[in-house]
């Protein structure tokens, strides 16, 4: 069965540095989107990106968040300089169309 | 914005019994009620979702009822196993919009 696949599990890095987490969804999806979750907190929204642009963002998502599909098989999101308050779990999810939304396994994001 | 609820918080069942979750949520122009199950340490991963024309959906030992009016649906879990110990979200979704919007979760226990 397809998966979304995400990397690196985990990622530990220094504030103020930049990081790119990488995300390959689900080969015939046309719907990508970013979510995060804080230790022991719900999942939040991040953005969604569809045709090579982004749809929709939520208030989390400022200038320090970018988005890339650099190529065809590939999906980042880039934090240009981290903060504490970054460090959670971020998840790549893919949609053929709208609805169903399948998601990644998750990158760990430590920032130190 | 969206105000989604869950109930209980966590739930404890023998294996066997069954389990319910309850989810309210505010926006009357979500028309997409899936849920999702979450294990330690993995991406959420859809267990069933209804659509808004829909009352209740069946599969197998999971099912979802939806009350439009009332702005609830429910996950409904039979025969429980200790596999289906994990954490349980429902993540609503206007018309319109692509952000599911999680709920705070429900740990469910199921003791052997």
């Known amino acids: 069965e397809p998966e979304v696949t995400q990397t690196p599990s985990h990622q530990v890095t220094q504030m103020g540095q930049e990081v790119i987490l990488r995300c390959v969804p689900i080969?015939?999806?046309?719907?990508f989107y970013w979510y995060r979750q804080i230790l022991g907190q719900k999942v939040e929204f991040l953005v969604s990106?569809?045709?090579?642009?982004?749809?929709?963002k939520s208030e989390i998502f400022d200038d320090q968040f970018s988005v890339e599909r650099p190529d065809g098989s590939n999906f980042t999101l880039k934090i240009r300089s981290t903060k504490l308050e970054d460090s959670a779990m971020y998840f790549c999810?893919?949609?053929?169309?709208?609805?169903?939304?399948?998601f990644g396994p998750g990158t760990r994001l430590t920032v130190l | 914005g969206e105000n989604v609820e869950q109930h209980p918080s966590t739930l404890s069942v023998q294996e066997g019994d069954s389990a319910v979750i309850k989810c309210t949520y505010s926006?009357?122009?979500?028309?997409?009620f899936p849920w999702y199950k979450q294990e330690l340490g993995k991406g959420p991963q859809l267990i069933i979702d209804?659509?808004?024309?829909?009352g209740e959906k069946k599969d197998q030992r999971i099912a979802v009822t939806l009350n439009k009016t009332a702005k609830h649906f429910s996950l409904h879990i039979t025969e429980t196993q200790p596999e289906d110990s994990a954490v349980y979200f429902c993540?609503?979704?206007?018309?319109?919009?692509?952000?599911?919007?999680f709920g705070k979760g429900t740990k469910l226990t199921v003791n052997p």
């Open positions: 999810a893919s949609t053929e169309g709208l609805y169903e939304q399948f």
């Open positions: 080969s015939n999806h046309l719907y």
């Open positions: 990106f569809y045709n090579n642009e982004i749809s929709e």
């Open positions: 926006d009357s122009a979500s028309n997409y």
């Open positions: 209804i659509r808004s024309n829909v």
């Open positions: 993540a609503p979704l206007r018309g319109g919009s692509e952000k599911l919007v």
